[in-house]
């Protein structure tokens, strides 16, 4: 995953514009990081080294913020127990120990490490090892997976600690990440949109579910026994159907797999089999067709050119973050550009 920072200079680190604080001191940097974290014991590994510590921090909406954290020397991190967080940490450089209830993995740029609240946890970070992190609320993620499940969530969730971000189950993840910290570090385009950073923490906490391996992960696996087909008399193709007709009510607000399983009484499972059987696309890539087509629609409404709303306003009153990959989608769907359609709603002029 191409997230690591181009230069050490200080201008260029991770999340630069959200600086927490710099130091040299070993008391404060631990101060500062238990601030975002928890309470921690810190202790450079070699005695004498200097602490080049930091901390940028940006929420990214209610239930997950983006970190950068860095220490330069070796460093022992004894957080013990996390309580009300999960953490996905990716070490931009070097590497890591790290020990989370009976598991333990070396960490480095490829594999990410996701330590449970539940479970103790110790780190070393190794010299010159700065790490991206991702924090979330235990409480916003066990919810999630209780809509995904469509059930009460009995046990603690607990992630399998390492997380091989080559694995291709896990690039999509990878390459969201990527780009809520582009989207955070050049533009307050996505924070200033609280619906938009709604959907983005709402994926985040999805695909985490879906793609990465835990405890859970073979109930999410197993749904509630799909059909075979489209065509029996089950209750999924009206679970299909209930989903659809959800989609086209919410195509303007923030809506999740979650939500759309909640409405449709099923799991994220099989509701993803269901459509798969159905219409031959997921549940997601069936609602952003429908948002593209929403917003085709309001680009060709006939408007005097002064008074057109924007592509870019459109693209987002439909969910649609990035207004590149906005645009390729659509003219891959209707074979012209945003900007060509809207000019025809404004009668070419």
């Not at 860095?70 to 127990?81: K, T």
């Not at 073979?218 to 008399?233: E, I, K, Q, Y």
């Not at 509701?271 to 549940?283: D, E, I, R, V």
Request: charged share 20%.
């Amino acid at each position: 995953m191409d997230i690591a920072p181009q230069s050490t200079a200080a201008d260029r680190l991770p999340l630069q514009r959200y600086r927490l604080f710099d130091s040299h001191d070993l008391d404060e940097a631990r101060e500062f990081v238990g601030r975002v974290f928890c309470p921690h014991d810190l202790a450079t590994l070699h005695p004498g080294d200097r602490l080049d510590a930091c901390h940028h921090s940006a929420p990214l909406h209610r239930h997950v913020s983006l970190n950068y954290v860095q220490y330069g020397p070796a460093v022992r991190i004894e957080p013990g127990y996390l309580r009300s967080f999960y953490l996905l940490q990716i070490p931009l450089r070097g590497g890591a120990t790290v020990r989370c209830g009976g598991q333990t993995v070396e960490s480095h740029t490829l594999m990410a490490s996701v330590p449970s609240p539940t479970e103790p946890l110790s780190m070393r970070w190794h010299e010159d090892s700065p790490q991206f992190i991702v924090k979330i609320e235990s409480e916003a993620l066990h919810a999630r997976l209780s809509d995904l499940l469509q059930a009460p969530v009995q046990q603690p969730l607990v992630f399998d600690l390492g997380m091989d971000l080559a694995n291709p189950a896990l690039m999509g993840m990878a390459s969201f990440i990527a780009y809520l910290r582009s989207a955070v570090e050049t533009s307050a385009f996505l924070l200033g949109h609280p619906v938009l950073a709604e959907q983005a923490e709402n994926h985040l906490l999805t695909s985490l579910l879906l793609s990465a391996q835990h405890n859970h992960s073979a109930a999410l696996a197993a749904g509630a026994g799909a059909p075979t087909t489209c065509t029996g008399r089950m209750v999924l193709p009206r679970a299909v159907k209930r989903a659809q007709e959800f989609m086209h009510s919410q195509l303007e607000l923030p809506i999740t797999l979650a939500d759309v399983c909640a409405h449709a009484g099923t799991s994220a499972r099989s509701l993803q089999q269901a459509f798969a059987q159905c219409t031959g696309k997921s549940p997601m890539a069936f609602l952003r067709d429908l948002r593209m087509d929403a917003a085709h629609a309001a680009l060709q409404q006939p408007t005097s050119a002064d008074r057109a709303p924007h592509v870019a306003d459109i693209a987002a009153r439909y969910g649609f973050f990035h207004l590149g990959h906005f645009a390729e989608g659509y003219r891959k769907r209707f074979g012209e550009t945003p900007s060509d359609t809207r000019q025809r709603g404004c009668g070419g002029h």
